[in-house]
């Protein structure tokens, strides 16, 4: 079986986002990136996978500017094999990587698709649900646990209600949620020689897609902001506020 | 303008995030509202009683049992052509089958919709909350998820006509195996009055019969979990609230031993009111409460309990 594991390169999420003062967007120059933290997880699951002998081959990508590729490195450091860059400067929306993964795929000969449930940047959630509709594959989102059995695979999900469990034929497209698993950190020679594993460099345009943005940004705004209000001395005086606001 | 909102149901009954939905969908044109479910006759019911409501379109089959997102996108596709816009609420729900339904018309989807400012542009949170966005779309079917806390739920007192969809039958990609919920008999978290919620200061599962008690003497209050709480095994994922989980927005929250990271004030700040009680005079949950208590929890909760 083998694996893809597509990779977001995301403003890192210890990171306290600021507006840009043209409300253009939000300020990312000299701000530290980082691997999307759902992607580190489905990076995680794949490699346990291959360890477990289920995997024979886990391929990690990202799409978007050159520096991506160190996101990629850093998921072949965790113990990927290999990485596939597709280089672009347009803004990557849900729908348009989606069919660049599409190609990747059918190129590569994937069965399995392990990415994660959301990019913390656009918060879209978005892209493995229109990958596994574009490919006609079946989907499994917010995964809490994954069991692979033979041509099938069992899902916990997390879902409001509780945690459900589904069946799907694999090939499939499976979006982690956050308590798959906790990802390793890579060992610093393995940092070493994931410098050296194969890369391979391509464009939307090999694949024959067309990216350009289906949505457009017309204004990114602070939201309103809650302030801080009183310190109570106890619970005594908390209650007596609650009544006296008619919140209980 | 026609609009379509999927409604969200568990075969008897209608989910409210459905009513804000239906809200946000009557800024945009005139509403129909689908419901796809097995032997869910009182979901469409319940469906047309909803004022705003111009007609119920009812896909009785048991490939629609448990909202299969393979097979409920399908259906969604089939009966797209009479519609400009597509919506359902933004939870695990909507967010499953959206972007499927997205893909297959090969249109975008806006995810988390705040606010409808005309039919083609929408605000919507990115950031976990930390930024708000205007964005629009070119595309010609807009598919959007409501982020149910920003719309009121749309009042009973409509009659619309409930008509029936043929199935568009399983897709055979995948099956339903099971549901375990935590069984909770008490008020929905995502739609209950108030809402009081532990975090890793409660320091163990035992201790959360504590929050438990103090919720039973509080009017429709539900029970909520930072995800510190649930990552500690204290209590189960579906009483997470924050931004992987629940959001939520009560007209009251009460924090307790939670110190507020960015992740959970994403699913929380929007409350009426908010109180913390947490023993850190410092923590960042604090900033955005109305009324603090710098205290220890496992003082606070008896009393509260005794004094409600």
Redesign the interface.
Known sequence: MKILVPIKRVVDYNVKVRVKSDNSGVETANVKMSMNPFDEIAAEEAIRLKEAGTATEDIADSIGEAKCEEVIRTAIAMGADRGILVKTDVETQPLGVAKVLKAIIEQEGINLVLMGKQAIDDDFNQTGQMLSALLNWPQATFASNITINGDSAEVAREVDAGSETIKVNLPAVITSDLRLNEPRYPALPNIMKARNKPMDTKTPEDYGVDMTPRIKTLKVEEPSVRTAGIKVESTAELIEKLKAQGAI | MKVLVIAEH?NNNLKASTLNTITAAAKLGDVDVLVAGSNCSAVAEAAAKVNGVAKVLKADDAAYA?A???NL?TLICELSSNYSHILAPS???G??????????L???????VLEVVSED?FKR???????????????SIKILTVRTTAFEKASEGGSASVEDVASKGD????????????GSEGPDL?SSR?VISGGRGMASKENFVLIEKVAAK??DCAIGAS?AA??AGYI???YQVG??G?IVAP??YIAVGISGA?QHLAGM?DSK???AINKDENASI??????????DLF??LP??EN??
């Open positions: 568990d448990n299969l997102a393979e996108a939870n695990t729900f967010k499953n089958f959206m972007p499927r339904v997205a893909a297959l090969d249109v975008s989807q806006i995810t988390d542009t949170p990115i950031y976990a909350g930390n930024a708000i966005a205007t964005v629009q779309t070119s595309d897709s055979g990609l995948s099956s339903f195996v099971k549901l375990e919920g935590s995502s108030a509080i009017n995800r649930v990552d189960s994922n579906d931004q992987t629940k007209e009251l960015i700040k009111i908010i109180v604090f900033e955005v409460a109305d009324y603090g208590l710098v205290a003082d606070v009393e509260m004094l409600l």
